[in-house]
């Protein structure tokens, strides 16, 4: 990693954790292990969606039931 904070957050990768694993592993390692933290975010994010659609959809639906069973 290097003790020169400066040069990792100005670095031309614009990125402070992609550099520091740039300097650790190289252009091959830093693009698979990068594209490891990609994978994972993605699957937070998609864990995120699924949760808030359920926890929206759920509620909305019991109301609608509600006012259609008294309408039959």
């Not at 402070?16 to 592993?25: D, E, G, T």
């Not at 019991?62 to 008294?70: D, E, I, N, Q």
């Amino acid at each position: 990693m290097g003790t020169d904070v400066n040069s990792l957050l100005n670095s031309p990768i614009g990125q402070p954790m992609a550099q520091i694993f740039f300097n650790s592993f190289g252009q091959n390692g830093t693009l698979a292990l990068w594209s490891f933290v990609v994978l994972a975010q993605y699957m937070m994010g998609s864990s995120m969606v699924l949760a808030s659609s359920r926890q929206t959809f759920f509620p909305v639906m019991a109301h609608f039931r509600s006012h259609l069973t008294s309408i039959a």
